[in-house]
């Protein structure tokens, strides 16, 4: 490793999501990668990207990397989908710094791990509207039939922190049967709030295997962190783990932070309002 | 009536809500003020308000009332509870047109109406947060005994068009059997979204008087008009409607187009990137 790679290797890994649901992924990478330095920077001023355009979702997405850039991350992680499926071009042609998404770590597990081929992809309405999942699983295995549906409730029912509640199985059961009646044996939980509704979305399917992008876009991460020589040359430390948000008022922030272990402490306050857009 | 103030009462009513929901209170004015125009913005790019900062929604309005000032509106309504409570004093401290938001008109209907002076508010977790209708029902009513209840699912489910549905009415349930517990006779609807809900509202709580606070901003600012001599001088007109959002994507514009019976045709697109910071 060079003097440049040594130093570089030091930086945080830089994650963002539209808000707090990418913590999902933090936990992930914290559990597989314990002494990486993580910086989250969360975009609650602008929550959710979920419902917006694809222009609009690549303008915030570029702004925010650039924060995550400055404080010296050495790799972005796009901890959202909705960012991770509109955006995730826009980015790589305007960084240098390897950019991960959430879409083809799970695509990719979903497509390895179903036997009869038959996938389902739940997710926000800009990330199924994208297309995104369907097109990564094919690109792995082009006979599979991917079953797409957008679940915009689910987000604010796991905001409410209504993660085993009646009204959110009820809900669960609209979205999924239609799922169920198709014969999936895979349902890809292409949201990183998702994760955190595992429970009772196991319960309404049952038999059907659940791919959570928060793992595998984690194991993503170490297998890219070893390939580009990346990782932090010191195995015994434990990383440092900092969360800003662009606005400083999140009741979910603490749903997060009893559901996921997670060291949240102190949360910093960084401006969007500055940022000047590329593109 | 002066030269300045005949041109004057030419231009639009400038009113703006973080994205759709505000469309209720357009409708009501319109229905009241047929020959007025009406400018629309709703922030759709940074949609919704309901659980951010004061001073992130003091900042957001202040840019999208600046961008309707340019557009020669004469008055501004705030048809956002969210703004309403928070930054209306910010806006009015900028500037000089007439700013009328959504929180008082209700508060007033509801001090008056109330027989026993049990009053239930129901809002977005900001706008109850923030004590916005307590305050201003107690202004009129010192003794009032004010109960208010946060409803964050509510949006989401109106905005995925779920106005009669058992999901809807359980949730409804929940949120509502602790106002009826109080043996509250009245009920504000603080935000602009509730009034497509007001049916399963009424379904949920017999015997309570709902309270639109669209229906009485639309009062209000007919007799602001009146007294300001800023009314359109040709009565027989019929006021244009335009409608620009700050994103272009909303499935929710077209829920409200059916049920509010709006002339929405084209919409425009108004960037709030390049809107500087005030304040």
Redesign the interface.
């Given at each position: 490793m060079n003097e440049e790679n040594a130093s570089h290797a030091r930086g945080p890994i830089g994650i963002f999501d539209s808000g707090i649901g990418g913590l999902t992924v933090a936990a992930a990478i914290r559990n597989r990668l314990g002494n990486e330095d993580i910086f989250y920077l969360g975009d609650?001023?602008?929550?959710p990207y979920g419902?917006?355009?694809r222009?609009?979702v690549e303008?915030y997405s570029v702004e925010i990397s650039g924060l995550l850039l400055a404080e010296g991350a050495k790799a972005i992680v796009v901890a959202c989908n909705t960012a991770s499926a509109l955006a995730l071009e826009k980015l790589r042609s305007l960084f240098r710094a390897p950019i991960l998404g959430v879409v083809a770590p799970g695509a990719d597990a979903a497509a390895t791990q179903s036997k009869n081929g038959k996938i389902g992809v739940i997710g926000t309405?800009?990330t199924i509207a994208s297309g995104a999942y369907e097109r990564a699983i094919r690109l792995l295995r082009p006979e599979a039939q991917v079953s797409s549906v957008p679940c915009?409730?689910l987000v604010?029912?796991i905001?409410?922190g209504l993660l085993e509640d009646?009204?959110t199985d009820?809900?669960l059961a609209?979205y999924l049967s239609p799922l169920l009646e198709k014969g999936i044996d895979t349902l890809v939980l292409g949201c990183t709030h998702y994760p955190l509704l595992k429970t009772a979305i196991a319960r309404c399917v049952p038999g059907v295997q659940l791919v959570d992008s928060a793992e595998n876009c984690a194991l993503a991460l170490a297998a890219l962190l070893r390939q580009e020589s990346m990782q932090n040359p010191d195995p015994a430390r434990t990383g440092h783990f900092r969360v800003a948000l662009s606005?400083?008022?999140?009741?979910f922030l603490r749903v997060a932070e009893r559901h996921l272990s997670l060291p949240i402490g102190e949360v910093e306050l960084r401006s969007v309002?500055g940022s000047s857009?590329v593109g």
């Open positions: 609650t001023a602008r929550v419902g917006k355009s222009q609009t303008r309405r800009a915009p409730l604010p029912l905001e409410e009646p009204i009820l809900v609209r606005d400083s008022s999140d009741a309002q857009p």
